[in-house]
C-alpha cells in the first residue's frame, strides 16, 4: 500500500475541516456570539490545520510512483478521511461548549455522517457541571453553523463518494448503474482514475450548491431568519437532520416552510446523475430510471396508508384530511431519505403507522443520492433475485438473468447485492445486541430502533430515541459504539469493514 498518498490525502482532508471551522468562527463574530467562543472556534481551526500542514509537507508525493493509488488506497483514504474530520470537529465542541469527549466525538460524527442524532437536549451535562436550559438554542452560533456545515460537508463527500469513487472500486449502490451514466468506469486498471474523479466531483458540487443556495433562498422568502435558512439548507440536502432548533422543523409552526423541505428532501434523496442528466436536456430521465418511480411510487403509497391511518386510528389532532396528509408526508420523505426532521411526534402514532416508518428507515432513498440505507436500487434488485428464485423453483432449467433500466446484469453484481444486505441486516442486530450490553436498563424496542436509525443515517428512531429524546441518556461506550455504527453505514459497509482485515496492510 502507497501510505504516503493516504496519509498525504488525509492531511489534506482535516487542512479543509479546519479551514470550515475558522469560518464558523468567522461567523460567530458576525452573529455576536461571546468573544471567547470565537476566539475557540478559531483556535481550534488553527490546531487542526497547522498540524495537518506539517503531515501534508512531509508526505508530499515527490514522484509519478508516490502519486499512484488503487483499490487499497482508495478504500483507505476515504474509510481514514471520515475517522479524520470527525476526530477534527470534536474539538470544536469540546473548546466551544464543554462537551465530554465521547458527547463530542458522538455529535461530531453525526455530523459528517449526516445521521442526525443528537445528544444536545435539556438533559446534556457540560463538562463544566452545568446542563443547557433548553438545547440547540443555546449553543453559541457559531457551533451551530459549524454543526449543520458538517452536515453539508459530509453530504457533498458522500455524493462524490458513492458516484465517483466507489463505482470504481466497484462497490456501492451507484456501480449497480452502467459506466457511462456515471462519466467514470468501473474498472480500477485505469490509470487516469484521479482525473475521472475531478470531473466528476466538479459536477456534482455545483449541482449541490445549487439547490442549497435555493432552498437557502426559498426558507429566508418563507419567513425564516437567514441565519436559520443557510444552517437548514445546509442539513436538508445534505439529508443530515441537524436543525437550530431543539424542536426540530415543529418550531416554526409554517405550512410554507415545511413544504419547500419536503420538496428538497426529495430531491436530495434522489439519485443526482438524474439531476444533471435532466438540466442538460433530458428532462423525462427522472421518471425514466426504474429506481425513481420505484422511490416516488413507494413514498406516495406510503402516505396514503398512513394518512388514512391517523385519519381513522389517530384520534385526537388529525381531523382535518389536510394537515394530516402534509404531516404524513413530511415524516415518510424525512425517514425514507434519512434525513430526520420532525413536525411531530411519529413514535406516539398507530401502530400500522410506526411500522411502515419503520420498514422505510431500512430502505432509504436512492443510489447516487446523500441518503443512508439500503438504497432503493438494492431494494429492486432483491426483489428481482426472489422472484426469479421462484420461477427456477417451478422452471429449473429457466436461464437466470435480471435487467435494471433495461440493461441486464451479471449475476455477480446481484451475489453482490445480496452479499450486501446479508452483511447489512448482521451487523444492525449486531450492533443492537451491543447496545443492550453497553447500556443499562434499555428496551428492546430502543436497541432494535437505534442500531437502524445510525446504521441507516436517519438520526431519531422510536422509543427513548424517539423525536422527543435525544441520545444523550446511553453510556459513553454506547455512544462511541453507535458512532462507530454512523460510519460504517455511512460508507456502505466494505469500505470500512476491509481496514479490519490484516492482509489489507500488507505490502
Known amino acids: ?34 468573544l471567547r467562543h470565537s476566539v475557540a472556534l478559531s483556535s481550534c481551526g488553527l490546531a487542526v490545520i497547522v498540524p495537518s500542514c506539517f503531515l501534508v509537507f512531509f508526505t508530499r508525493p515527490k514522484n509519478e510512483a508516490d502519486r499512484k493509488f488503487g483499490i ?11 475517522l479524520a474530520a ?34 444536545i437536549g435539556p438533559e446534556l451535562q457540560l463538562r463544566s457541571g452545568v446542563t443547557l ?38 462497490i456501492g449502490g451507484q456501480s449497480l448503474y452502467n459506466a457511462e451514466t456515471t462519466g467514470v468506469k468501473s474498472s480500477s486498471s485505469d490509470n487516469r482514475i484521479a482525473p475521472r474523479i475531478a470531473s466528476a466531483a466538479k459536477i456534482l458540487w455545483l449541482v449541490y450548491l445549487i439547490l442549497t443556495v435555493a432552498e437557502a433562498i426559498l426558507l429566508k422568502l418563507a419567513g425564516m431568519s437567514f441565519f436559520d435558512s443557510v444552517c437548514h439548507a445546509f442539513s436538508t440536502v445534505a439529508t443530515g437532520g441537524f436543525s437550530t432548533r431543539q424542536m426540530s422543523i415543529a418550531a416554526y409552526h409554517s405550512p410554507l416552510i415545511e413544504w419547500i ?37 413507494t413514498i406516495a403509497g406510503s402516505v396514503f396508508l398512513i394518512t388514512i ?18 404531516t404524513a408526508l413530511f415524516q415518510v420523505v424525512s425517514l425514507f431519505t434519512s434525513t430526520g426532521y420532525t413536525t411531530a411526534d411519529y413514535a406516539t402514532w398507530p401502530i400500522f403507522s410506526v411500522l411502515i416508518l419503520f420498514l422505510l428507515s431500512f430502505l432509504g ?76 436498563n434499555v428496551d428492546l424496542e430502543t436497541c432494535l430502533s437505534a442500531s437502524i436509525a445510525c446504521l441507516s443515517n436517519i438520526g431519531p428512531g422510536f422509543g427513548r430515541v424517539g423525536p422527543s429524546w435525544t441520545y444523550v441518556w446511553m453510556t459513553d461506550p454506547a455512544k462511541i459504539l453507535l458512532a462507530f455504527e454512523m460510519i460504517l453505514g455511512r460508507l456502505e459497509l466494505y469500505t470500512f469493514l476491509v481496514l479490519f482485515l490484516p492482509a489489507f496492510w500488507k505490502k
Not at 487499497?72 to 471520515?82: D, Q
Not at 470537529?89 to 473548546?95: P, R, T
Not at 426469479?388 to 451475489?415: A, K, Q
Request: proline content about 3%; glycine content about 10%; hydrophobic content about 50%.
Open 86 to 119: 470527525s476526530a477534527a470537529g470534536a474539538v470544536s465542541y469540546m473548546a466551544v461548549a464543554d462537551f465530554y469527549p465521547a458527547d463530542a466525538f458522538f455529535e461530531s460524527v453525526s455530523g459528517f455522517s449526516t445521521t442526525g442524532a443528537s445528544v
Open 261 to 297: 423541505i419536503i420538496v428538497f428532501m426529495f430531491l436530495s434523496g434522489t439519485n443526482f446523475m438524474l439531476h444533471i442528466r435532466a438540466c442538460t436536456g433530458h428532462p423525462k430521465a427522472f421518471w425514466q430510471d426504474e429506481e425513481f418511480r420505484f422511490y416516488a411510487l
Open 1 to 34: 500500500m502507497n501510505r504516503k498518498i493516504v496519509l498525504y490525502l488525509v492531511g489534506v482532508t482535516t487542512i479543509v475541516i479546519g479551514v470550515f471551522i475558522c469560518l464558523s468562527a468567522f461567523v460567530s463574530f458576525l452573529m455576536e456570539d461571546a
Open 133 to 170: 436550559p433548553v438545547g440547540v438554542e443555546d449553543l453559541p452560533k457559531g457551533l451551530q453553523f459549524f454543526r449543520c456545515l458538517s452536515n453539508w460537508l459530509g453530504g457533498m463527500g458522500i455524493v462524490v463518494l458513492t458516484i465517483a469513487i466507489l463505482p470504481l472500486l466497484n
Open 365 to 440: 432513498g436512492c443510489g447516487g443520492s446523500t441518503s443512508g440505507g439500503l438504497k432503493c436500487v438494492r431494494g429492486i434488485l432483491l426483489f428481482k433475485f426472489s422472484v426469479m428464485e421462484i420461477r427456477r423453483c417451478i422452471f429449473p432449467s429457466l436461464v437466470p438473468g435480471i435487467r435494471l433500466n433495461g440493461v441486464r446484469l451479471e449475476m455477480s453484481t446481484v451475489h453482490k447485492t445480496v452479499g450486501f444486505l446479508s452483511c447489512y441486516l448482521g451487523l444492525y442486530l449486531l450492533f443492537a445486541l451491543l447496545l443492550a450490553l453497553f447500556s443499562a
Open 309 to 326: 391511518s391517523l385519519i381513522f386510528l389517530g384520534g385526537d389532532g388529525f381531523e382535518a384530511p389536510l394537515t394530516t396528509f402534509r
Open 72 to 82: 487499497r488506497e482508495g478504500f483507505a483514504i476515504v474509510a481514514l478521511g471520515w
